[in-house]
């Protein structure tokens, strides 16, 4: 059972700072890129920053130089810094992984439950 368990998403101040983390579990061969997605009420689920398997990032535009994603391999754990936080960057943030169980079996994409970061003050 492979699974992915967010953690670190909270309520802060406008210009505050959050870290979320999100670990890969279970019976896991080898993971590609790994990404962070997130969504308001009302909106679409858009993409946040992705990192490849070999470091390589992508970021939303709405979120360059203030997000800062990376991930430890050893650890299959993938980090998204967030700060000068806005409160439009409210939304429930989703971690997603492309994976695969097994050498013989494709890569498919993974989907974490969700945590909730709300900048308010």
């Known amino acids: 059972q492979v699974q992915l368990v967010e953690s670190g998403g909270g309520l802060v101040q406008p210009g505050g700072s959050l870290r979320l983390s999100c670990a890969a579990s279970g019976s896991i061969f080898s993971i590609n890129a790994m990404g962070w997605y997130r969504q308001a009420p009302g909106k679409q689920r858009e993409l946040v920053a992705r990192i490849t398997s070999g470091g390589s990032t992508d970021y939303a535009d709405s979120v360059k130089g203030r997000f800062t994603i990376s991930r430890d391999n050893a650890k299959n754990t993938v980090y998204l810094q967030m700060n000068s936080l806005k409160p439009e960057d409210t939304a429930v943030y989703y971690c997603?992984?492309?994976?695969?169980?097994?050498?013989?079996?494709?890569?498919?994409?993974?989907w974490g439950q969700g945590t909730q970061v709300t900048v308010s003050s």
């Open positions: 997603n992984a492309d994976m695969r169980v097994h050498v013989s079996s494709p890569y498919r994409y993974y």
